[in-house]
């Protein structure tokens, strides 16, 4: 009896013992499930890379460079700094999920954007927002939301937006994929193109310089509705940035850092003008048409 009773226990015991170590595991699962994701872990959940031939070589090196980033925080305003790159962000009046962006150093969709083709092509040839970048000079080639994306390649933008304001902009990966910094409280990830809502089409770019593209220089530079400094003013360009110039003329002169001129230069992609003085170059631009 002694020895049976001892057995009993033993085996009782053991049954304890599977018991608790099961319990122990599933609180750990738990556990794990519920912990914050870091960079590390999410980059290996998530496929994120050139996935289909066809694009430039500056693209391809933007693709790599955009999904290096996985992981990294969403941040409303990061990668806006003087140079391209990660930044603390802002507190978007808007969205209450911001309220730690000030903390978190990441990117915005733009800011993401704009890193990635500074490290594929040097320089900063895609600053501003998401708006400024889908209307970008470099813009090479237009793709509307009822293509879809059979004819899109990787490093090829993606928009959303109505009535010809774009709010938010995404890397295409190739295969229906894409990298994204979406939304404060987030980090960039990748995943599936989003067709539906609001979706304004695609661009490709051509990052290298083309005719008739020259840099401002200055800060808080205004663009005008006429080649006036006395007519409405249209966009600010809060640093030195890339634009294109259509046709120029002889108007309004001004005069800035010792410097007078009456050269006004016509900005497409803006609807505006802006005075030579802020561009730079010859105070008349080399190869750059008079306007009628």
Same mark, same amino acid.
């Given at each position: &009896?002694? &020895?049976?009773?001892?057995?009993?226990?033993?085996?009782?015991?053991?049954?304890?013992?599977?018991?608790?170590?099961?319990?122990?595991?599933?609180?750990?699962?738990?556990?794990?499930?519920?912990?914050?994701?870091?960079?590390?872990?999410?980059?290996?959940?998530q496929a994120c890379g050139v996935l289909a031939p066809g694009a430039s070589?500056?693209?391809?090196?933007?693709?790599?460079?955009?999904?290096?980033?996985?992981?990294?925080?969403?941040?409303?305003?990061?990668?806006?700094?003087?140079?391209?790159?990660?930044?603390?962000?802002?507190?978007?009046?808007?969205?209450?999920?911001?309220?730690?962006?000030?903390?978190?150093?990441?990117?915005?969709?733009?800011?993401?954007?704009?890193?990635?083709?500074?490290?594929?092509?040097?320089?900063?040839?895609?600053?501003?927002?998401?708006?400024?970048?889908?209307?970008?000079?470099?813009?090479?080639?237009?793709?509307?939301?009822?293509?879809?994306?059979?004819?899109?390649?990787?490093?090829?933008?993606?928009?959303?937006?109505?009535?010809?304001?774009?709010?938010?902009?995404?890397?295409?990966?190739?295969?229906?994929? &894409?990298?994204?910094?979406?939304?404060?409280?987030?980090?960039?990830?990748?995943?599936?193109?989003?067709?539906?809502?609001?979706?304004?089409?695609?661009?490709?770019?051509?990052?290298?310089?083309?005719?008739?593209?020259?840099?401002?220089?200055?800060?808080?530079?205004?663009?005008?509705?006429?080649?006036?400094?006395?007519?409405?003013?249209?966009?600010?360009?809060?640093?030195?940035?890339?634009?294109?110039?259509?046709?120029?003329?002889?108007?309004?002169?001004?005069?800035?850092?010792?410097?007078?001129?009456?050269?006004?230069?016509?900005?497409?992609?803006?609807?505006?003008?802006?005075?030579?003085?802020?561009?730079?170059?010859?105070?008349?631009?080399?190869?750059?048409?008079?306007?009628?």
């Amino acid at each position: &009896m002694a &020895m049976r009773r001892t057995a009993a226990a033993v085996a009782a015991a053991a049954v304890a013992v599977l018991t608790l170590l099961a319990a122990g595991a599933g609180t750990h699962d738990a556990a794990a499930a519920a912990a914050p994701k870091t960079a590390k872990t999410a980059k290996t959940e998530q496929a994120c890379g050139v996935l289909a031939p066809g694009a430039s070589t500056a693209a391809e090196k933007a693709v790599v460079a955009a999904c290096e980033q996985i992981g990294v925080w969403y941040t409303w305003g990061g990668g806006h700094g003087p140079q391209p790159g990660p930044t603390y962000g802002q507190v978007d009046p808007s969205d209450p999920d911001s309220a730690h962006d000030p903390e978190r150093l990441g990117f915005d969709c733009s800011g993401l954007v704009r890193y990635a083709y500074h490290r594929a092509a040097g320089g900063d040839p895609l600053p501003g927002n998401a708006h400024h970048q889908f209307h970008s000079p470099q813009v090479q080639q237009r793709f509307t939301a009822a293509q879809g994306t059979a004819p899109l390649l990787p490093g090829d933008f993606l928009a959303w937006g109505s009535g010809g304001s774009v709010h938010h902009i995404a890397i295409y990966l190739g295969a229906g994929k &894409m990298v994204e910094a979406r939304e404060s409280g987030t980090r960039i990830t990748a995943g599936d193109v989003r067709p539906g809502g609001d979706y304004a089409g695609a661009v490709r770019i051509a990052p290298a310089t083309a005719p008739g593209t020259f840099s401002t220089w200055g800060t808080d530079v205004w663009t005008h509705r006429e080649p006036s400094t006395g007519s409405p003013r249209v966009h600010r360009f809060p640093g030195p940035t890339t634009v294109r110039v259509e046709c120029q003329k002889h108007a309004q002169p001004v005069t800035a850092e010792g410097y007078t001129n009456d050269a006004w230069s016509y900005l497409p992609e803006y609807g505006s003008w802006i005075t030579n003085i802020y561009i730079k170059g010859a105070a008349w631009l080399d190869g750059v048409p008079t306007c009628p």
